[in-house]
């Protein structure tokens, strides 16, 4: 009997111990299931982050050829850099910005205009900003070398309408001008059509600032350029003046000039300048990436001047216009030969007259317009300079010296 229950006893222990081994085992398979599980759950999510191509995977194992992995186009793309939409700015800005037409009177040789009566007129494009109205006339701010010797000006607006324009005032030194179109020529449509800009402050700019150029590029039309600052203080020399500019990489061209330069939030901060860009330096035409433009807070008290009627008074002027005369043309004395004489200003009441030609000013020779220019920008208005004349004496011509209150 003991015998049976030790057997007994012994079989119930090999029972457990059975029982114990195939537990083990099922827990070892669970766990392995489990690590199969976690791990092709890893693959899935690397594959769907793109960070594993199961695919690529899948090449490698059987032997296929590998191929690079391109980023899926129709995702799209939520970093990096994007370009800078300034269609709100512009549309807000445009209707201050116009288009400046100038019909100039060109001589018809080296002798001078219109000297056998038959008058040669060339035209000119330009821009201008809308920067005030009075009761009677609408003021609009452009480069003084966009109207400079303009017979006749016109100027069209953003509905496409045009009125002709009067000079208000001007500073060559500055090179900005202010014409006025008389309200009373503008009709109600282009009169809502227009804006008046806002001016902003160009001693805040900082180089990178983003920047708007808008302006009658060419004579096409309005159109839009974007860049950046460049540098600022650019010192630029044109005609012997020497002119702080601001430098910017938007591109302006021809026709370009006395458009308006905008900062982001839309105010005008310069004055587009064509000349100092492409025309007056010995680089020409071919410089790409370097506009300039006038800095507006530079300017503002000259401007403000101007729009009221009053002199510039860091200008002085003779008050005459013409062109050169070189090498002997038609048996001209070279220098610079009078087309127009300004009613009431210093040189009509010393006497000059149209056909006069300029021979010296101060006793040096007149040999071009700068000749001229270096003595005007060392004086003041009130000054007298002395101009020797040469005039026709019959079939000759004699000398006099003529002296000029500088007006």
């Known amino acids: 009997m003991e015998e049976e229950k030790e057997k007994k006893?012994?079989?119930?222990?090999?029972?457990k111990e059975e029982k114990k081994k195939k537990g083990g085992k099922a827990i070892y398979v669970i766990i392995c299931l489990f690590i199969l599980v976690v791990f092709g759950a890893f693959i899935i999510a690397l594959n769907n982050i793109g960070l594993l191509?199961?695919?690529t995977l899948e090449g490698v194992s059987n032997n296929k050829k590998v191929t690079l992995q391109y980023t899926d186009t129709n995702k799209k793309t939520t970093e990096g850099v994007y370009m800078t939409d300034v269609s709100d700015v512009v549309e807000e800005v445009m209707p201050s910005i116009v288009a400046i037409t100038s019909k100039t009177l060109v001589n018809s040789g080296s002798y001078g205009p219109s000297f056998f009566g038959q008058e040669q007129y060339s035209e000119g494009a330009g821009s201008g900003i809308i920067i005030s109205q009075t009761?009677?006339?609408?003021?609009i701010l452009t480069n003084n070398h966009v109207i400079e010797g303009a017979e006749e000006l016109s100027v069209q607006f953003i509905n496409g309408k045009s009125a002709d324009a009067t000079v208000k005032g001007t500073s060559d030194r500055k090179d900005v001008a202010v014409i006025s179109v008389k309200l009373s020529n503008l009709d109600k449509e282009t009169q809502e059509a227009i804006r008046i800009a806002t001016i902003g402050d160009s001693s805040e700019l900082k180089v990178g600032n983003g920047i708007i150029a808008i302006g009658n590029a060419l004579g096409y039309g309005q159109s839009v350029t974007t860049g950046v600052v460049s540098a600022l203080d650019r010192e630029v020399t044109i005609d012997d003046i020497t002119t702080k500019m601001i430098q910017i990489d938007a591109a302006i061209n021809g026709g370009n000039s006395g458009g308006a330069l905008l900062n982001s939030?839309?105010?005008v901060v310069g004055i587009n300048s064509a000349k100092y860009s492409s025309g007056g330096s010995s680089y020409s035409a071919s410089i790409e990436g370097m506009g300039f433009a006038i800095p507006i807070s530079d300017?503002?008290?000259?401007?403000?001047?101007?729009?009221?009627?009053?002199?510039?008074t860091s200008d002085a002027t003779i008050g005459i216009?013409?062109?050169m005369v070189t090498n002997g043309a038609y048996n001209m004395p070279n220098g610079f030969y009078i087309s127009k004489v300004v009613?009431?200003?210093?040189?009509d009441k010393a006497g000059l007259e149209i056909g006069n030609i300029i021979t010296k000013i101060e006793g040096k020779n007149v040999e071009s317009l700068t000749d001229i220019k270096d003595v005007l920008?060392?004086?003041?208005?009130?000054?007298?300079?002395?101009l020797t004349v040469a005039y026709a004496n019959k079939k000759t011509y004699s000398e006099k010296e003529v002296k000029v209150t500088l007006s």
């Open 265 to 267: 939030a839309g105010e």
């Open 321 to 323: 216009e013409g062109v």
């Open 299 to 312: 300017v503002k008290d000259i401007v403000e001047t101007l729009m009221n009627g009053e002199n510039d």
């Open 9 to 15: 006893e012994e079989k119930k222990k090999d029972n």
């Open 135 to 139: 009761d009677t006339e609408l003021l």
């Open 53 to 55: 191509n199961i695919n």
């Open 343 to 347: 009613d009431g200003s210093g040189a």
């Open 377 to 386: 920008y060392s004086k003041k208005k009130g000054d007298k300079i002395t």
